[in-house]
């Protein structure tokens, strides 16, 4: 097994001089160095093909013993000194000081085909940003990680991937619910992939302690490293690369809302610099079309983190930033430039998506009201997002008349559908199939347009809990099948229709099928 190291984060930052692994404010360092914690009994569950081949390892490589032993936290890759990253961030709105990677451990840094690759070990054991904790992860929410950033890489969403998923060997104790009921479930690791996992958290800390020199070391290796096509660091450079991360969130969170993505903890320490989805934790997917729903136990009361409030958030995140970055610009009016023109884009960006999934090639200034109407119909009873949009693809302008026939399959409760909610839909399809007939484009021809935008498969949240119940008594079957159902969302895959469905009734109340925590 031989992989290109090029180690940059931990070469050309300043490091915290503290070897000690014991919890504690780290300051003036931009990481801490770590030994992943040994494991009594690794075994690699799963591994991803495409993300070996972009890192420049085979099929084989991942059958050996020094695969696993490395990708566990057991075997150090020759001439690398593995750290964890130091940063801050607001939770659920409020300043939390420093976080830094309580569980997560960068291994190295790795090159291939003129790709860069940083590598990541999540549940690898204890770091100075541990805190009260033990810096593990258990198999349940291992499999949630490894199988979800695969699948959003496929669906064509911004995102970190996964290597590799892993058992320890080790039992790790948690209270799933946070409700006092603590108990022991299987240790796993899994292995991130991702240009890079800085976040908006790692230059907030150092904005926060006042210690621009370091700020300002930070911001220039990532411009540097990944924003190089901007030119050299200085005020004006600053601006352009706070208004890229600033379209790439953008991007990130239309992306989200056009699957039915629910991020459910969208703290400043969990958006990436590069405007990836970052840290799997409490997701979901709307099974429902609900723009009020979390998957997050935690915001449960105030449901900050709602579907319908994800762009919101987006944008509140990178005021933050801003906040960060203003010691290094010394003037607002540019940030604020930037800031201000985020509700346009995201109101011009979130329009042509939503033509897309309509299969709309063309603007009208009446579509703003029909993709509204359309919004307020999906609430009106229990609407599937996925099946919704996937059959609208059926849909025959000609016969207008049949459009609620076509996404009948959609509705969670069909007697819930009164005879008004029937004529707002009925309504709502007239006036569709007068916009389709407006483009002049072919019903086939529509429907695949459509196609390529809609998912057929999502990782609903019961399919995830299956494979974990599958996997904690050791058959890892559905974890692959899983994993290769989602690697072509948008084909019909008539051998696999059965996950085209509806969310189970058993789910809907089950733990780890509806509200998850923080630590799932």
């Not at 190291?5 to 404010?25: G, S």
């Not at 230059?203 to 540097?224: C, E, G, P, S």
């Not at 208004?243 to 991020?263: A, P, S, Y």
């Not at 290094?328 to 540019?334: A, H, M, W």
Request: proline share 4%; hydrophobic share 35%.
């Amino acid at each position: 097994m031989k992989l290109t190291i090029k180690d940059t984060y931990n070469k050309e930052l300043p490091e915290d001089p503290i070897l000690e692994n014991t919890p504690r404010q780290v300051s003036g360092a931009c990481y801490s160095y770590v030994t992943p914690k040994k494991t009594t009994n690794p075994e690699l569950i799963h591994v991803s093909p495409d993300m070996l081949a972009e890192i420049g390892l085979t099929l084989e490589d991942s059958k050996t013993a020094i695969f696993t032993e490395t990708f566990t936290g057991n075997s150090l890759l020759p001439n690398t000194k593995p750290y964890a990253m130091c940063y801050g961030g607001h939770q659920f709105g409020n300043w939390a000081g420093q976080l830094g990677d309580g569980r997560a451990i960068n291994l190295a840094e790795v090159e291939y085909q003129s790709k860069h690759w940083a590598l990541q070990l999540k549940g690898a054991g204890p770091t100075p940003y541990s805190r009260t904790a033990d810096g593990l992860a258990v198999l349940r929410s291992s499999i949630r990680e490894y199988l979800c950033s695969e699948a959003m890489h496929h669906l064509g969403v911004p995102t970190t991937r996964a290597l590799s998923l892993s058992l320890t060997g080790d039992n790790v104790l948690r209270d799933i619910l946070y409700n006092g009921n603590p108990a022991y479930e299987k240790g796993a690791v899994v292995c991130r992939v991702a240009p890079s996992f800085i976040r908006f958290g790692n230059f907030q800390i150092f904005a926060a302690r006042q210690d621009i020199k370091n700020l300002k070391k930070l911001t220039d290796y990532t411009i540097r490293h990944f924003f190089s096509h901007l030119g050299a660091p200085s005020k004006a450079v600053y601006l352009q690369f706070f208004k890229e991360v600033m379209l790439r969130n953008l991007d990130m969170v239309i992306h989200w809302q056009r699957v039915g993505f629910v991020h459910g903890v969208m703290n400043t320490d969990n958006m990436s610099i590069l405007g990836l989805t970052i840290d799997y934790g409490p997701y979901g997917w709307l099974e429902g079309y609900d723009a009020g729903w979390t998957p997050n136990t935690t915001d449960r009361q105030y449901k900050r983190y709602r579907f319908g409030n994800q762009a919101d958030i987006v944008l509140w995140n990178l005021y933050q930033l801003a906040n960060a970055l203003y010691p290094l610009i010394e003037e607002s009016q540019g940030l604020e430039a930037i800031l201000e023109e985020y509700t346009d884009v995201y109101a011009q960006k979130y329009a042509a998506m939503m033509r897309s999934k309509l299969g709309l090639q063309t603007s009208n200034e009446k579509d703003i009201v029909l993709i509204h109407n359309l919004e307020e119909n999906l609430q009106e009873s229990e609407t599937d997002m996925t099946i919704f949009f996937r059959n609208l693809s059926n849909f025959n302008s000609d016969k207008y008349n049949e459009g609620l026939q076509i996404v009948w399959d959609a509705f969670y409760n069909t007697d819930e559908i009164t005879e008004t909610i029937k004529q707002k839909w009925n309504s709502w399809f007239k006036n569709f199939a007068e916009r389709v007939k407006q483009e002049k484009v072919a019903p086939k021809e529509r429907k695949e347009k459509m196609n390529l935008v809609n998912p057929k498969y999502v990782l609903r949240n019961y399919m995830a809990q299956l494979a974990i119940e599958a996997a904690e008594k050791g058959d890892y079957l559905l974890i692959d099948a899983l994993f290769k159902l989602l690697k072509n969302p948008y084909k019909e895959q008539i051998e696999n229709k059965k996950w085209f469905a509806k969310r189970p009734d058993w789910a809907r109340d089950k733990v780890g099928c509806s509200m998850l925590s923080c630590s799932s």
